[in-house]
């Protein structure tokens, strides 16, 4: 059956998947380049559409290309809040009513704000969006929901000293190690910060991410940094099989204790496996997917962002997500970064239902498992009242649209 776009719309939605450094209003990006003296390639939204934030690019390097804009504009605190705000602002009115936002601090540190501020630039600009949501007449009244936040702080697989300050002081404090323990280091340090600031600060810093290139820098890199997060009831997730296969999937969840897996991509791809040992590919594809399945770990599907940097997917119809919901593993749909990709998770959801069939009761746990798949910076009774409130308002505008819930 049609899905009416307006229903997709108006229907409660999480992003467990969204860059803050991805995430920025064009208006605001020029208007902050201007004020910081940072130099664009145009200084117009359509422009910059043309040259820099494109529907479709020719690589994943092409893609990358206007991060160094974004992450120019955000070193120091007022930009960074405001930056957040907005991207609070903007999911809250398509919709979202919970938003885990994350983002590598180390990339926005430098002599004049640490890693730490800058998180704390991030959680004021969030907490502003949610205040003025929550404190709305509809959600008084019960005829919206609350929405609620969580920061996820991303390491990076790898780094080099031309990246940000901070990861050029490192790299000299450690000119004598090898670059794989100073990738491990930079990740503890960042492992260390995250917990004070969830556990001292009472800051919702909810999870631990590891981004950047996968080929040629494993997880088992950064193994120190999982441990000590597990250890401190921090959780996990690992960007994995987006650019690799299986068997990245597997370190994320077995060495590094993941809750939810970064797009798993290449979760199916068997020929992809490397590891000689492995005799039967297919029946080690098949356990992963099954254990995953089982465990309810979490996969962040992110759509449009694959369809941009992965050229072996054609079309949404060629994703693994269709397989995915047939295993019946907890798949929710992302947006990854709504600029860059120009996004929204309405759109996602769009393109989910317009390519892929789907009966009631997958879109409806599609929908819910991104609420049931995030790491809510409460308690566990919270999170489950809070769902409760989400499946509620799903079932009361499927009534209103005619849509069946079965």
């Known amino acids: 059956m049609k899905i009416p776009a307006e229903f997709l719309r108006r229907i409660p939605k999480a992003d467990l998947h969204v860059h803050l450094d991805g995430s920025l209003r064009l208006s605001t990006l020029i208007e902050l380049a201007k004020k910081e003296g940072v130099e664009l390639p145009a200084y117009t939204e359509k422009g910059l559409r043309q040259k820099v934030f494109k529907d479709k690019y020719a690589s994943l390097v092409e893609y990358l290309k206007g991060f160094g804009y974004t992450g120019a504009v955000m070193q120091?605190?007022?930009?960074?809040?405001?930056?957040?705000?907005?991207?609070?602002?903007?999911?809250?009115?398509?919709?979202?009513?919970?938003?885990?936002?994350?983002?590598?601090?180390?990339?926005?540190?430098?002599?004049?704000?640490?890693?730490?501020?800058?998180?704390?630039?991030?959680?004021?600009?969030?907490?502003?969006?949610?205040?003025?949501?929550?404190?709305?007449?509809?959600?008084?009244?019960?005829?919206?929901?609350?929405?609620?936040?969580?920061?996820?702080?991303?390491?990076?697989?790898?780094?080099?000293?031309?990246?940000?300050?901070?990861?050029?002081t490192l790299i000299n404090a450690l000119s004598q190690s090898d670059k794989s323990e100073i990738f491990g280091i930079g990740s503890l340090e960042l492992a260390r910060m995250v917990v004070k600031l969830a556990k001292e600060e009472k800051l919702p810093v909810v999870g631990f991410d590891l981004a950047g290139e996968e080929a040629g820098y494993p997880a088992a890199d950064h193994l120190d940094a999982y441990r000590y997060v597990h250890k401190h009831f921090i959780r996990k997730t690992v960007h994995s099989g987006e650019a690799y296969g299986p068997e990245s999937i597997f370190q994320a969840i077995t060495d590094c204790y993941a809750n939810r897996i970064g797009h798993g991509t290449h979760l199916f791809a068997a020929d992809m496996i490397k590891d000689k040992k492995v005799k039967d590919k297919q029946g080690y594809v098949e356990s992963l997917a099954n254990y995953i399945a089982s465990e309810r770990i979490g996969i962040e599907v992110c759509l449009t962002s694959n369809l941009q940097t992965l050229p072996e997917i054609k079309s949404v119809k060629d994703h693994p997500i269709k397989e995915m919901i047939r295993r019946g593993l907890p798949v929710s749909i992302n947006t990854d970064n709504r600029l860059v990709s120009n996004t929204t998770v309405t759109k996602e959801m769009e393109l989910l239902v317009k390519n892929i069939k789907l009966s009631p009761k997958e879109l409806k746990n599609i929908v819910i498992a991104g609420f049931k798949s995030g790491f809510f910076p409460g308690s566990y009774i919270e999170k489950r009242q809070f769902v409760r409130k989400v499946i509620d308002r799903y079932n009361h505008l499927a009534k209103e649209y005619n849509i069946p819930l079965y």
């Open 76 to 168: 120091n605190a007022e930009n960074i809040e405001r930056v957040a705000y907005e991207l609070g602002q903007d999911a809250i009115a398509e919709g979202v009513r919970y938003l885990e936002v994350r983002f590598a601090p180390q990339l926005h540190a430098n002599e004049k704000l640490s890693a730490q501020e800058a998180v704390r630039a991030v959680v004021r600009g969030l907490t502003r969006a949610q205040k003025e949501h929550n404190a709305s007449a509809d959600v008084k009244k019960g005829e919206d929901l609350e929405f609620y936040f969580g920061i996820i702080a991303c390491a990076m697989r790898n780094f080099n000293k031309f990246m940000s300050p901070y990861y050029a």
